[in-house]
């Protein structure tokens, strides 16, 4: 399916901060190359300007906000995690949600790098199908090996563990 979003998924601290849980590979939020997971949003700043103090939001009145208004970009105040205040303007674009799914890109320079970024070890729905992270790596790997790569970067940074069976088997991908 597809649907408009940001590219990322919202959480709420142990503070009762709402922050940002996920950024969604290829995404608006991954394409500023600003927002980072664990950002706090402050404020949510409307194109008609009016501005929204997120302070005493929950989780699900933000993720309700962000996802059903009629407007296609916010303005969003954030506290990084190093505590700096910064404002980042974001247009919804369309993105294929494909559950358990991971895809590789690109990336432009003198070289040809491939980039892949594990989110989670996560296993196919179904037990008897043998789609999971490793499956859909190694479907990525052959597809950057018909254009010759000259490296590649598999991003664990926001990796949130998952099925060890797959950790495993994406091991196998590269060591015998």
Do not use: H, W
């Amino acid at each position: 399916t597809e649907s408009k979003s940001f590219g990322f998924t919202l959480t709420e601290t142990p503070r009762g901060e709402i922050a940002i849980g996920r950024i969604i590979p290829g995404g608006p939020a991954y394409k500023s190359g600003i927002l980072r997971q664990g950002d706090i949003i402050q404020q949510i700043i409307k194109p008609d300007g009016k501005i929204l103090d997120m302070t005493f939001a929950s989780e699900e009145e933000a993720t309700m906000l962000i996802n059903t208004d009629s407007y296609d970009n916010f303005s969003f105040v954030v506290r990084n995690l190093s505590g700096s205040r910064i404002t980042v303007t974001l247009q919804k674009e369309i993105l294929k949600v494909e559950s358990n799914n991971t895809t590789g890109y690109l990336l432009s320079g003198e070289k040809k790098i491939a980039y892949i970024a594990l989110p989670d070890f996560y296993t196919g729905s179904n037990p008897a199908s043998p789609k999971g992270l490793s499956y859909d790596v190694a479907k990525e790997l052959s597809k950057f090996k018909k254009q010759s790569i000259n490296g590649l970067i598999l991003d664990l940074r926001y990796n949130g563990g998952g099925a060890i069976q797959e950790a495993v088997s994406l091991c196998g991908l590269f060591i015998d």
